[in-house]
């Protein structure tokens, strides 16, 4: 089984920057992508940013020159590199992965637990 712990939440002011951190534990030999995806209170469930193993990255618009998603692959941890941080950012971060299925390429999922960034001055 596939185990994610994210950490590096916290409190910042508008403008600051934090570093998120997503450790993986288990099987990881089929792995196909990583991410980050975020729910602040009262809106819906964004995707962020992800990561597929070979290094490939993809961003949603609104995250794009500010947040930066990398993984160190020998190490199992995906990171998410945040600067320019709004209130707007606030929101519980959380780590999934992907990972293709034992039989066919069907993909199955795995989620963190979460890591709380609140953005306030």
């Known amino acids: 089984q596939v185990q994610l712990v994210e950490s590096g939440g916290g409190v910042v002011q508008p403008g600051g920057s934090l570093r998120l951190s997503c450790a993986a534990s288990?099987?990881?030999?089929?792995?196909?992508?990583m991410g980050w995806t975020r729910q602040a209170p009262g809106k819906q469930r964004e995707l962020l940013a992800s990561i597929t193993y070979d290094g490939i990255t993809n961003y949603v618009e609104s995250v794009k020159g500010r947040f930066t998603i990398s993984r160190d692959s020998a190490e199992n941890i995906t990171y998410l590199q945040m600067t320019s941080l709004k209130p707007d950012d606030t929101a519980v971060y959380y780590c999934h992965a992907h990972l293709y299925s034992d039989y066919d390429r069907s993909l199955l999922g795995f989620w963190g637990q979460g890591t709380q960034v609140t953005v306030s001055s």
């Open positions: 288990g099987n990881l030999d089929r792995l196909h992508a």
